[in-house]
């Protein structure tokens, strides 16, 4: 019996070094990602785990202390309510607009090149640039304000402008920071529906044209319905990325005046509340979030293309 047990094991033994020996140039290939993953992914999301699940008075493991904290916490509910508002508006925004854009450069004109050039600018400008940028414009002393003056002096009356706060909390600094974000990644999203609009074919349009349709019609029935897909790639690929905002809101709203998920974490972890259990904790709720919209897209995106294909 143990002979024939250790001739078992020998055997798979040198079935597996000849399963080596023959995808060993595979391997060699492989193991940069593998290494990639292991390092600098999968290693850090389960100390974080562990971290958040460490109670902060005693170092007890398994505690749901830190997750008891910051859930008892006003400012974390309404981080992860800010983060939910900046997100719907920042991809309200960025849907509509972009997809706006894009259909002005699909249409052929003089000039169209540059203008695609331009539009990728905001891409090359740093985000806690771009955040100054936006604070020139929305702050109280800002263009904006400057721009609703000019307007206002020439209404009938004598009642002076109040210049507005756009960055003292509430919804206008919500709205400020998904404005700030929408501009920041627009071309992005209007790439992706260029991509779209290039990919329908022109036959469908001039069957339409043949059938009468209105350029309405057109959009609404043939435009549209194609572009789905690059809808939904947009809305999950965006929507993960606009629960991860932190730069923006940092610079613009600040820690205390509009917290979202990516600042509340960043307080609690960097000086001088150097806590780094409850900023996992904080962390693994966000990464919930990712989690989840990255399902929706292997679910809704990435598998209906492998269909496709």
């Known amino acids: ?3 024939t047990g250790e001739a078992a094991r020998v055997a798979r033994g040198s079935a597996v070094l000849a399963w080596v020996r ?140 109040q210049s507005i706060n756009w960055t003292s909390g509430g919804f206008r600094t919500l709205l400020t920071i998904a404005i700030a974000d929408m501009w920041k990644v627009l071309p992005v999203v209007t790439l992706i529906f260029l991509a779209g609009l290039q990919a329908i074919p022109e036959d469908v349009y001039e069957a339409a044209d043949v059938d009468g349709a209105t350029k309405w019609q057109r959009f609404w029935r043939i435009t549209l319905p194609l572009l789905v897909p690059y809808v939904t790639m947009a809305l999950i690929l965006r929507a993960i990325d606009a629960f991860r905002i932190f730069e923006l809101a940092l610079v613009i709203g600040g820690i205390r005046v509009a917290p979202v998920l990516g600042t509340f974490i960043g307080s609690r972890y960097l000086p001088p509340t150097s806590d780094p259990f409850t900023a996992a904790a904080g962390s693994m709720v966000l990464f919930v979030i990712i989690m989840v919209f990255i399902v929706l897209y292997l679910r809704f995106v990435a598998a209906r293309r492998e269909v496709a294909l």
């Open 22 to 161: 023959t995808h060993r140039f595979e391997l060699i290939l492989m193991a940069p990602l593998l290494l990639y993953m292991i390092v600098l992914t999968i290693a850090p999301i389960l100390d974080t785990i562990r971290i958040s699940f460490t109670a902060q008075q005693d170092l007890a493991f398994p505690s749901v202390a830190s997750y008891s904290l910051i859930f008892g916490s006003e400012v974390f509910r309404q981080a992860v309510v800010n983060t939910i508002v900046v997100a719907l508006l920042s991809l309200t925004l960025e849907l509509t607009i972009g997809l706006s854009v894009a259909l002005a450069m699909h249409v052929p004109f003089r000039g169209r090149g540059f203008f695609r050039t331009v539009m990728l600018v905001p891409l090359g400008v740093p985000t806690i640039v771009s955040g100054a940028v936006m604070l020139l414009l929305f702050s109280r002393s800002g263009y904006l304000n400057a721009l609703f003056a000019s307007f206002y002096d020439l209404l009938p009356g004598d009642a002076e402008f």
């Open 1 to 3: 019996m143990a002979t």
